[in-house]
């Protein structure tokens, strides 16, 4: 199915979308989830870009995010939503079309890189450095280093998880619902 360009559909989906993806954030208050929601919250709003388009995609983004930002109170999620997951899995194929690909994943890490930098920097700045880093002590002075380099060989993991997540959704998810869509 082509995008949709019905204006109606496109903000009663997105209203869904956005409402869905708020809601997944405010689960984030339990503290063992404050990275993985953000990141299934970020596919959410990408249904949204591949559904309909990338403009649609990033405005429910933002929507999400301002959203988050007055109602979650977990401010750790909520800078890693609006500095990296929330916005990235609607870039990252405009990014994959970098070629070769090892510039392709140059781009990838330097936009995680600046994203997790500038969070961290904020995050450093709202609380002391000692609670970001707890649970790190055996590292000492390294441990900022430490969490950086797992955090790089997480978000590959997370990229590639990204790319089997995309395939899925458009060979089984996507025909369901625009099947759907179409009888509406």
Do not use: H, R
């Not at 339990?30 to 993985?36: A, E, F, K």
């Not at 870009?49 to 429910?60: P, T």
């Not at 707890?134 to 390294?142: N, Q, R, T, V």
């Amino acid at each position: 199915m082509a995008k949709n360009n019905n204006l109606s559909f496109n903000i009663a989906y997105c209203g869904i979308i956005i409402a869905l993806s708020t809601i997944i954030m405010l689960v984030s208050l339990i503290p063992s989830l404050t990275y993985v929601l953000p990141a299934v919250s970020g596919i959410c709003i990408w249904t949204v870009a591949e559904q309909i388009n990338k403009k649609w995609g990033l405005l429910s983004y933002a929507a999400s995010a301002l959203l988050c930002f007055i109602l979650i109170p977990e401010i750790e999620a909520d800078l890693y939503y609006v500095f990296f997951f929330g916005y990235y899995p609607i870039v990252k194929d405009t990014i994959e079309k970098i070629k070769p690909k090892i510039l392709s994943w140059v781009a990838k890490l330097a936009v995680f890189n600046a994203a997790v930098v500038t969070a961290f920097w904020i995050l450093s700045k709202i609380m002391n450095l000692e609670q970001i880093l707890e649970g790190l002590e055996m590292f000492g002075d390294m441990a900022v280093y430490v969490l950086w380099i797992a955090a790089n060989i997480a978000f590959v993991f997370y990229d590639i998880a990204l790319g089997y997540v995309f395939f899925a959704f458009n060979k089984w998810l996507k025909p369901k619902i625009n099947k759907k869509i179409k009888k509406i």
